[in-house]
């Protein structure tokens, strides 16, 4: 258990990660947890690929993993039967909080509103523009200034829940879709431990009536920032 400034030890936030893919999202967490610097512990991972990489480092950190493969035996899993065996698996874990670092399937309603667990989601965007895939490549076609990522509340309707937080980089002339994707992940390993920690200090809030944030003294939501190392 850690101890903050105050001397007041802090319950670790039990934390269930979903991924899909290299897991370099995950690994920043493990590793914070690890050095103690994030109230966290990851209390499993699951992916819906069994080539995740993500998967590896899980079980090199000791961490639980349940392997939901979209393919098994030439057979797809349906997303309803894929939702049954997540829901099973994250309701014996018992988190406080569920991550979606880099997970690639789009889940349901009902799947979302019976998780033991509230649910945010990292998106490599500055949300509301530019949901769902190829994000980098549709930056660079609409010549924006500005890219970045977002971590938001995870509701029915796709990528369009409650931003808490952003990380914005300005886009360089020379930025190629790979490079903006590089640039915005090492945005994405700051953004995500940082509001984790205020996830698990309270000082952001998932419960639908604080979502907003609504005390006069704060800036609205989302919370943006420039991360210049
Ligand atoms: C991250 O860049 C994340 O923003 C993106 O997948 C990547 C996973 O990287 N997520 C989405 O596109 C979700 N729509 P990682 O596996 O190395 O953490």
Not at 15 to 31: E, P, T, Y
Not at 112 to 126: C, F, G, K, R
Not at 141 to 165: F, M, N, P, W
Not at 173 to 183: M, V
Request: contains cysteine; hydrophobic residues 45%; proline residues 5%.
């Amino acid at each position: 258990m850690s101890v903050d400034k105050t001397s007041q030890p802090i319950k670790p936030l039990r934390i269930a990660v979903l991924v899909s893919g290299s897991g370099s999202n995950l690994q920043v967490l493990i590793d914070a947890m690890q050095a103690g610097a994030l109230p966290i512990e990851i209390v499993g991972v699951i992916s819906n690929r069994e080539d995740a990489y993500a998967l590896t480092r899980a079980k090199d950190a000791n961490i639980p993993v349940a392997v939901l493969s979209h393919v098994a035996s030439g057979k797809r899993m349906g997303i309803k039967t894929f939702e049954a065996h997540a829901n099973e698996q994250l309701v014996a874990w018992q988190p406080d909080l569920i991550v979606l670092a880099g997970f690639m399937r789009v889940l349901s309603g009902s799947f979302i509103d019976n998780a033991p667990a509230p649910m945010i989601n990292l998106h490599p965007s500055l949300l509301p523009v530019y949901k769902g895939l190829d994000t980098h490549q549709r930056v660079l076609q609409a010549g924006d200034r500005y890219h970045g990522c977002s971590i938001h509340k995870v509701t029915a309707e796709l990528d369009a829940g409650q931003v808490l937080t952003q990380a914005v980089l300005s886009v360089d002339i020379n930025d190629t879709a790979e490079s903006l994707q590089s640039r915005v992940q090492k945005l994405e390993h700051k953004l995500l431990p940082w509001t984790i920690l205020l996830l698990a200090k309270s000082v952001l809030s998932l419960e639908a009536e604080s979502t907003s944030q609504a005390n006069q003294y704060l800036p609205t939501l989302p919370l943006q920032l420039f991360i210049t190392s």
